[in-house]
């Protein structure tokens, strides 16, 4: 047997047995999730069309993505021969990347943990870098493109990252960054910023799109883990990139994620540095979990979880109530920033807030990109003391003064949640290294009080401060 490297996406394996086939079949194989709901999978499933999963190996003709080889060995159990024409001439472009890095000066200086990231980048030439926020993922990237100076596509997924990563590399490479997003179209950079949003509607027109993916050397993807990975999962696959990078918070724990990420990136972790870590060194802020019990009563007993999060959460004005009355408790530490599940909560907690003597603003999805980087500059700057945003701020802003965040829709997606902590525990430039977190653990809806539970068991196993509070700021 033997695996073939056709290109930076697909490989062949050589010379298996039908037994061998339908083993990697099935265990390169993950079931999509939610794919129970489709009318789709219940029509295929009833025809036994197919079994609700995508499958990474075709057992026909041995196909499977590129960024498998490691898993796909592991499984074979013996040492397999692989025929890849890159690999001499990737190795001599890795190796002068490496002498190049050893000449860098980047400013910041690198960290060691993100000195270690942008070597093993650069020695193994793909895989996901798994840095928590604030471990500096955006000074890494900026390391390995440095380095490389090979035409590079950048993907990510909102307009503030997108702003905020073509400042960041302009800032600290000599490299010409260009973007694709927010009503620009230019292909032209060293390194080319791209929002998943503006390319989605280019795969229709693959051909199109693949001339312009065929100019990149280096492919990387911001917080890889994200939802929108079903989009970038086929552009990655598209791309002819030898050179792939995924840089996430956290490591997948979906097996149906996990593959998507290991083909489109490859296998090999670079880099893993936890929030536990960071907060020790003191690189990140402390955060402490204020937990205020939320009971519902005889009013909790809804059938179904919609019913409740709608009913009991989004819409309750006894719950709304309750934020508003742990703000103005909160805004007398610093600044605070209620994230929101949707538009309705937030444009109520702004209702509430306006009989009050805090100042307060608020953005979701609507607002423009220019409205957006015009409040960001005014809340660092203190001219308000509130910000209520909805999910377009979970990930990638860095808001350092920080220093109260309140989750006001509760939830238990894990990734979601650390990714909104991560909004506040950038290290404090002032004051105490610490920052509050505000939970509420709600009773007397089984559903709810489900969510409370998972929240307060990550908060635990993260090694955060837990503080069960007498409600000081809700009487």
């Not at 530490?333 to 949707?342: A, I």
């Not at 609507?366 to 308000?384: A, L, T, W």
């Not at 949640?417 to 506040?424: E, F, I, K, S």
């Amino acid at each position: 047997m033997k695996i073939i490297v056709d290109n930076s996406r697909w490989s062949r394996l050589k010379g298996f047995s039908r037994k061998l086939g339908l083993k990697l079949d099935n265990r390169l194989s993950a079931k999509i999730p939610g794919i129970e709901f489709s009318k789709r999978f219940k029509r295929a499933l009833q025809s036994k069309r197919w079994d609700g999963c995508q499958h990474f190996f075709n057992r026909l003709n041995g196909k499977f993505p590129t960024g498998m080889i490691p898993f796909v060995q592991m499984l074979l159990k013996k040492s397999v021969f692989i025929e890849n024409e890159r690999t001499e001439k990737n190795e001599r472009i890795l190796a002068k990347a490496r002498k190049r890095f050893d000449k860098l000066r980047l400013d910041p200086k690198p960290r060691k943990e993100q000195n270690e990231a942008i070597l093993n980048a650069l020695t193994k030439g793909r895989g996901l870098i798994c840095m928590a926020t604030n471990a500096g993922k955006t000074l890494v990237a900026c390391g390995i493109l440095e380095s490389l100076r090979k035409k590079a596509l950048y993907i990510v997924h909102t307009k503030d990252l997108l702003k905020q990563t073509v400042y960041n590399l302009k800032t600290k490479t000599s490299l010409k960054i260009t973007m694709v997003g927010d009503g620009a179209y230019n292909w032209d950079g060293d390194v080319v910023v791209a929002m998943v949003q503006t390319l989605t509607p280019m795969l229709k027109r693959k051909k199109a799109l693949m001339k312009s993916l065929s100019k990149f050397r280096v492919f990387i993807c911001d917080e890889a883990h994200h939802q929108t990975a079903k989009t970038w999962y086929k552009l990655a696959m598209l791309c002819p990139a030898w050179f792939r990078f995924g840089m996430s918070g956290t490591i997948p724990k979906d097996l149906y994620d996990k593959f998507r990420i290991q083909s489109a990136v490859g296998s090999d972790v670079l880099s893993k540095v936890t929030n536990e870590e960071l907060i020790q060194r003191g690189t990140s802020a402390k955060p402490i979990i204020h937990l205020y019990e939320f009971n519902h009563g005889a009013s909790g007993n809804l059938g179904d979880f919609r019913s409740a999060l709608e009913h009991l959460v989004i819409t309750n004005l006894k719950m709304i109530s309750a934020i508003r009355k742990v703000i103005e408790y909160y805004a007398d530490k610093g600044p605070v920033l209620v994230l929101t599940d949707q538009i309705r909560q937030g444009v109520q907690i702004c209702q509430m807030l306006g009989g009050s003597d805090l100042s307060y603003s608020y953005l979701d999805g609507r607002s423009i990109s220019d409205v957006r980087v015009r409040i960001k500059e005014q809340f660092e700057r203190r001219e308000f003391d509130v910000l209520i945003a909805t999910p377009i701020w979970d990930e990638g802003v860095d808001l350092p003064e920080l220093r109260t965040l309140v989750l006001a829709s509760g939830g238990k997606r894990e990734r979601r949640l650390l990714q909104r902590v991560g909004r506040a525990i950038r290290k404090k430039k002032h004051g105490p290294n610490v920052a509050h977190i505000v939970d509420f653990f709600h009773l007397g809806n089984e559903f709810l009080e489900e969510h409370s539970v998972a929240r307060l068991d990550l908060w635990e196993r993260e090694g955060f401060e837990v503080r069960l509070e007498n409600k000081p700021a809700l009487d």
